[in-house]
T-cell receptor, first 116, second 113 residues
Framework: KAGVTQTPRYLIKTRGQQVTLSCSPISGHRSVSWYQQTPGQGLQFLFEYFSETQRNKGNFPGRFSGRQFSNSRSEMNVSTLELGDSALYLC???????????????FGAGSRLTVL | DQQVKQNSPSLSVQEGRISILNCDYTNSMFDYFLWYKKYPAEGPTFLISISSIKDKNEDGRFTVFLNKSAKHLSLHIVPSQPGDSAVYFCAASGDNYGQNFVFGPGTRLSVLP
């Protein structure tokens, strides 16, 4: 079974540009979450999508947005990039639809964004 | 304000000994906790979880203990192996769907041969 696939793995942008990252979840997983990892900050929750709807949102500015397609694939977009947006962006998918028990996120390898 | 704290940025342990990684949380609404391990250039991988109705969960060499009154959990690895060297993240959730996890900053474990 293929894991969570994220593209691109590495990218370099300059301030003011925008970027789109893609995530293909594990087949059958309908929930996709996005996290930002920076040194010393751990993983910060960005948003979660389920059945093409944003169900949860973290505390990030509106420059960060996302969407989910009918095949559960998801994209996140960051507009007007700032130096502080340099980070590893992780996508995770999950099978569990509600709080019925063990709920495990399966992560992709991440997209490392460098903003110059 | 960090809701999930891992106060030790790094930990070194001798191979074969016990590794104890600690995590503290401030939000009493958290009711589900997980530990993830992360190697460089890879995404975090799930290790073990515990819900607030339990105080211990064991899976092979890994045991997680939860002390709700102290808002503290710990991960014990016995015996530690060099392959356990990685960054360990503690995560907590309390939302209805269990998808919004709050992660700690991580602890880098080095198991020395």
């Amino acid at each position: 079974k293929a894991g969570v696939t994220q593209t691109p793995r590495y990218l370099i942008k300059t301030r003011g540009q925008q970027v789109t990252l893609s995530c293909s979840p594990i087949s059958g997983h309908r929930s996709v979450s996005w996290y930002q990892q920076t040194p010393g900050q751990g993983l910060q929750f960005l948003f979660e999508y389920f059945s093409e709807t944003q169900r949860n949102k973290g505390n990030f500015p509106g420059r960060f947005s996302g969407r989910q397609f009918s095949n559960s694939r998801s994209e996140m977009n960051v507009s007007t990039l700032e130096l502080g947006d340099s980070a590893l962006y992780l996508c995770a998918s999950s099978l569990v639809e509600g709080r019925t028990g063990a709920n495990v996120l399966t992560f992709g390898a991440g997209s490392r964004l460098t903003v110059l | 304000d960090q809701q999930v704290k891992q106060n030790s940025p790094s930990l070194s342990v001798q191979e074969g000994r016990i590794s104890i990684l600690n995590c503290d949380y401030t939000n009493s609404m958290f009711d589900y906790f997980l530990w993830y391990k992360k190697y460089p250039a890879e995404g975090p991988t799930f290790l073990i979880s515990i819900s607030s109705i339990k105080d211990k969960n064991e899976d092979g060499r890994f045991t997680v203990f939860l002390n709700k009154s102290a808002k503290h959990l710990s991960l014990h690895i016995v015996p530690s192996q060099p392959g356990d060297s990685a960054v360990y993240f503690c995560a907590a959730s309390g939302d209805n769907y269990g998808q919004n996890f709050v992660f700690g900053p991580g602890t880098r474990l080095s198991v020395l041969p």
